[in-house]
């Protein structure tokens, strides 16, 4: 908004401006000579001078009677106060306003056969309007005679930008202005060379330009606007291009858009909750799902034709199609634009075509270069997985180095060629069988079988039906080892050494993993039903004798009678649980059995179904069973022929 103090400095501007006005009078034998004088003595330009006719001049009869024009002139000025002024009202206004364009109205004559014409165009935005002095000025400068004055302040009142006509002249038909018209070889371009029309010579129209456009058979691509300006405002002896032909435009190729990345060295980092960057999950591996969409061709596109000044079509080219880029594991959608996998699995560009990797190969350590690894079907890695890491696979995991403290887990088989030192907190999960040369302070789980090649130290290692252990060096020394069916080693225990080993068959591990829990829960909940039935009782013989409790003694009982029934109903569901457990437990035949090939120190320790049997003696090639709720002592039983396979199937020798 603009104050009362803007509003001085504006009027106080204006004050200034008019002061700096200087007015002089000039004359001449005609209104071009007064013009030309006055701009000679204020030193500027016809262009920049406003001026007012003061006395007709004319030209007599036979040098009788002759008069000079007189005119008072001003130079018009527009001073940086000013611009400053029209910035001043327009800062309040929204940016996104579109931006008016300030154009002073302006006065154009021609000269055509029948006399001459007046055109007046209005004023845009904070424009001035076109001015009688400068109306007449364009007019005397065509020579006009009989000029219609009360025509021309009509045309300035209503400025609607047409030609009228206002005043008479001597036509010379000899004298019109001409234009020569060029069109390129190649018809593309169109341009005029326009001379100037002598004394009594007519003004080229618009309308003449059109005509000329048509006799040259100039039929596309004419610039009209321009042409409307140019017939105005004619620029003469210089080439002017008036039309120009259209370019075809071809069709874009088809082209393959990509939904995964298509940059295999591009690593993705993400940031944690804590704000900090995992630097081992670097995101390598695109992993995708059956019938996912990897990609989709956006097919050609027909071209736009073209066209020259003399309206010949000028083809455009088609864009070109492209083949599907099918590999391995891929197929075309029913839309025939769509690639879509067809199984599990990575997705990869190999010489330019999509294909879907059942298995991905890490040639290396899986270390900070790789990553953790996230994959949708079997993962081979030919070196070692270091401390930290984790592999997991919807398929199998094969490593041909070691595994360290870090996490493996797959829905297949696990195998590791060189073995597991887990040191403490290494975790192996495999949802079928687990096979590795040795497992060391590790902590492993299986949904068949563990088979190892040279022994198992100190390690919790659970399986739904077996833990073998055959080789050489097949020795099982401490730690926990449970199996459905069956746990055979070379030798078990160790008599140097005071780390328990304990066995532990004829049953399912996870629905003893679970009966174990509900057991602890069990008892957990009826020794806190214990203790809270006895601090229930004393403030129920506190309140028997004195009748009332203090509040918080109220609120604390109502506290103790709530976790109470919560206790209840965790007991009944813990109970229900044990119940139905060794229900099934008691049901499932199997025959679980602890086989020693070689030797069982003492110390070990063997459970078959709820039967437990410490060993005190050593025992040579002996099978445990579980005979009349008896462990018994039986000849040495070889295991499965499956299980005595090594590495990778091949034999554990």
Sequence with gaps: MIDFAQLQSIFKEHLEHDRAVRLIEASGPTLDAAVNEAAALLDTSIRRLEYEI???????????????????????????KAKAEEELFTEDFDTDVPVIINKDGDAFAQCWPDGIYLKITSPQGNGRRAQYAGAMQVLHTKEAKNIDTDMVNRLLEEAQGFYVKVADFEYKPINDSMASVEVDDNEMHVYVNVTPPGEGGCDLTYDAYISLMKQYRVYHGVKEEFLIDFADKP???????????TKPVNGKDAYIQY?????????KLKEGMNGKVNFKELNIIQNVVQNQVLARKIPPEDGIDG???????????????????????????DDGDSIIADINGQVIIVSDKINVEPVYTVEGDVNLKVGNIIFLGTVV??????????????????????????????????????????????????GR??????????IVEAGNMVVVTDGIINSHVDAIKSIICTGK??????????????????????????????????????????????????????????????????????KKQRKSLPEEKEAYMQELMDRRQILNEELKKACEGISKIQEFLNEIQIRGRVSASTKVFPGVKIWIRDVKEDIQSEFK??????????????????PDELAKKGLDGYSSN
């Design 54 to 80: 003061i006395e007709r001049g004319s030209s007599g009869f036979m040098g009788a009677g002759k008069k000079d024009w007189h005119i008072r002139a001003y130079e018009r000025t527009q001073t940086k």
């Design 235 to 245: 620029v003469y002896r210089e080439k002017v291009e008036v039309a120009e032909g």
């Design 259 to 267: 939904n995964f990345e298509t940059d295999q060295t591009k690593i």
């Design 307 to 333: 066209k020259t000044v003399t309206g010949k079509i000028l083809p455009a080219k088609a864009g070109s199609d492209i083949p599907m880029p099918l590999g391995t594991n891929v197929h075309v959608g």
């Design 381 to 430: 890695i030919n070196g070692n997985v270091e401390d930290g890491f984790s592999v997991k696979a919807a398929g199998n995991i094969e490593i041909h180095g070691t595994v360290s403290k870090a996490e493996l887990d797959a829905e297949g088989d696990i195998i590791i060629y060189q073995g597991i030192n887990g040191k403490g907190s290494g975790r192996i999960r495999a």
């Design 433 to 442: 069988s687990m096979w590795s040369r040795f497992i060391e302070n590790a």
């Design 473 to 542: 060096r097949a020795h099982i020394m401490g730690g926990r080892l449970r199996a459905g069916e069956e746990i055979n080693a070379k030798v078990l225990g160790n008599p140097t050494s005071g780390t328990e080993t304990v066995c532990e068959v004829g049953f399912d591990p996870k629905s003893k993993i679970e009966l174990d829990r509900l057991i602890r829960v069990k008892a957990d909940s009826e020794n806190e039903l214990e203790n809270l039935r006895l601090d229930l009782q004393t403030l129920i013989n506190t």
């Design 621 to 638: 090639a002996v099978t445990f069973i579980l005979e009349n709720g008896l462990v018994r002592v039986t000849k040495y039983e070889e």
